[in-house]
C-alpha cells in the first residue's frame, strides 16, 4: 500500500467495491466505481470458466484494477466484505495455496502503478451492491442478460 502525507488529500480518489461470487450456476463479479463528482460506473462480469469464492474475489478485485488503471485513476481504494483476501493482500496474511500466491502477486504487480492505493474489508451489508452485481453476473438468463435500464439500485 502507498501511504499519502498529511498534506495530501484524496480529493480525486476513487473508491471501488468489489465481490466475487461462485456457485453451481456460475462465477462473475460485481464491481461499484465511484469517483470525484458523484461518479458511478457498475459492472457485472460472468466468468466462462469455474472459479472458487477466493479466486472470485481476486479477479473481482483485478478487474477493479485493470478498469481504474484503463481509466487513468491514480488514487484508489478497494473495499471488500472477504477478510482473507483484503488481509493478504495488505501483507497481514499469508497465502499458502499456490494459485492464491499467483493472484496476490498480479495484484501487487497492479498496485504498485498507483500513486495512492488501500484495500478494506467492510461488512457485507455494506458492499450490498457490489454483490447484487456478483450475484447478476452468475445468474443465468434462458434469454440473455436483462436489458440495462431494468437493473436498479
Given at each position: 500500500?502507498?501511504?499519502?502525507?498529511?498534506?495530501?488529500?484524496?480529493?480525486?480518489?476513487?473508491?471501488?467495491?468489489?465481490?466475487?461470487?461462485?456457485?453451481?450456476?456460475?462465477?462473475?463479479?460485481?464491481?461499484l466505481?465511484?469517483?470525484?463528482?458523484?461518479?458511478?460506473?457498475?459492472?457485472?462480469?460472468?466468468?466462462?470458466?469455474?472459479?472458487?469464492?477466493?479466486?472470485a474475489?481476486?479477479?473481482?478485485?483485478?478487474?477493479?484494477?485493470?478498469?481504474?488503471?484503463?481509466?487513468?485513476?491514480?488514487?484508489?481504494?478497494?473495499?471488500?466484505?472477504?477478510?482473507?483476501?483484503?488481509?493478504?493482500?495488505?501483507?497481514?496474511?499469508e497465502?499458502?495455496?499456490?494459485?492464491?500466491?499467483?493472484?496476490?502477486?498480479?495484484?501487487?504487480?497492479?498496485?504498485?502503478?498507483?500513486?495512492?492505493?488501500?484495500?478494506?474489508?467492510?461488512?457485507?451489508?455494506?458492499?450490498?451492491?457490489?454483490?447484487?452485481?456478483?450475484?447478476?453476473?452468475?445468474?443465468?438468463?434462458?434469454?440473455?442478460?436483462?436489458?440495462?435500464?431494468?437493473?436498479?439500485?
Amino acid at each position: 500500500m502507498t501511504e499519502l502525507g498529511s498534506s495530501e488529500k484524496l480529493t480525486d480518489s476513487w473508491i471501488i467495491h468489489v465481490d466475487g461470487s461462485s456457485n453451481v450456476a456460475g462465477s462473475g463479479t460485481g464491481l461499484l466505481l465511484l469517483g470525484p463528482e458523484e461518479f458511478i460506473a457498475k459492472y457485472a462480469l460472468r466468468f466462462d470458466f469455474p472459479t472458487t469464492y477466493n479466486e472470485a474475489e481476486y479477479k473481482a478485485i483485478l478487474a477493479g484494477l485493470r478498469i481504474t488503471k484503463e481509466l487513468g485513476i491514480q488514487k484508489l481504494k478497494i473495499y471488500i466484505d472477504l477478510q482473507l483476501v483484503a488481509d493478504q493482500v495488505k501483507g497481514d496474511f499469508e497465502a499458502r495455496e499456490e494459485n492464491m500466491k499467483k493472484y496476490l502477486q498480479k495484484v501487487k504487480d497492479l498496485t504498485s502503478k498507483f500513486f495512492y492505493f488501500d484495500i478494506q474489508q467492510i461488512p457485507r451489508s455494506e458492499n450490498s451492491r457490489a454483490d447484487l452485481l456478483s450475484k447478476l453476473a452468475t445468474t443465468s438468463f434462458p434469454n440473455g442478460l436483462p436489458k440495462e435500464h431494468s437493473l436498479k439500485f
